[in-house]
């Protein structure tokens, strides 16, 4: 008779065919080991089921359901887990080998903390580097830190006790988009989190991925705002104005990344508007916000071939220049 996990580690797949198996690998390859692998097949159309099965070990267990969203699956992951601790990864992201080690050393060394979390890189679909994380370090109460912008980055980040995600009822199903963060907020509101200041979660940057629906995440993740300052109605007005220059800030960049196209470009120019309006410091940030005018009015009036090249060259003619 097997032991019990001591961490279950749960993945929502849907239609992840091309990198599910990878994903799988790096939960395997981790020197902690006693942990099961909770795969909740979402109604996948493809062959991501088939190639969970085909994967060899005692320590996976796999589930089908019909297609509910990752909110959902998350939760009926959760209902399953018989671990102490919890841990989510996305079905295209990676984990480094010490991810759960490092991170269960951190919550048994700091005994007020419920939540480890640690850094993220970015990787393209080939499992390529393409840009560092913020790489932030907050210990303790991080609510107010959490409400300027989600440091933890993604779902494939923390480890969390079983017990409080039970208590504060899981993932919040209604949200369409900023689920993580809503469920990151809902925590730290009242528990303590620790950092493992490593790199140790590996996020892949799809196209077609569900966060590049904007107009979804921008209503969501204003829902999710609106939420926590509820939850501490105390916190101070500028806060707020932060938080949302912050989120606008973000969902600028997103709409510049590629592919470029015209529509996006539009969508850019809006957040940028509302994240001059939100930030108090804008004058002091008058480099970035140029530096983002120019590359939406490139996008706007030049077809998407055209100013993905002339982007790209004055990118990399910058680069240059810096390096003389």
Sequence with gaps: MQNKPKISVIIPAYNSEKTIQRTIESVLNQSFTEFELI?????????????????????????????????????RGLSH????????????????????ARQLQALQENVDAKVAYSWTDYIDEND??????????????????????????????????KEALIRLGGFDESLSAGQDWDMWLRLANEYNFVAVPSVQILYRIRANSQSSNLPRQEKACLQVLKQAYQARPSIARKTWNLSLANLYKYLTCKALQHPLERKKGLAAAIFLVKYIINDSSRLQHTSLTLKLLLKISVIIILPGTLSTVLLTTIKTNYKRLKSL
């Design 39 to 75: 795969i909740i097949n979402d109604g996948s159309q493809d062959s991501t089921l088939d190639i969970a099965a085909q994967v060899k070990d005692p320590r996976i267990k796999v589930f089908s359901y019909a297609n509910a969203g990752a909110n959902v699956s998350r939760n």
């Design 128 to 161: 390529q580097f393409l840009l560092s994380g913020t790489h932030i370090t907050a210990n303790g109460d991080v609510y107010e830190q959490l409400l300027l912008s989600d440091f933890l980055e993604n779902g494939s980040n923390p480890l969390i006790y």
């Design 81 to 100: 887990a018989l671990g102490e601790f919890v841990s989510f990864l996305d079905a295209d992201d990676i984990w480094t080998p010490d991810k759960l």
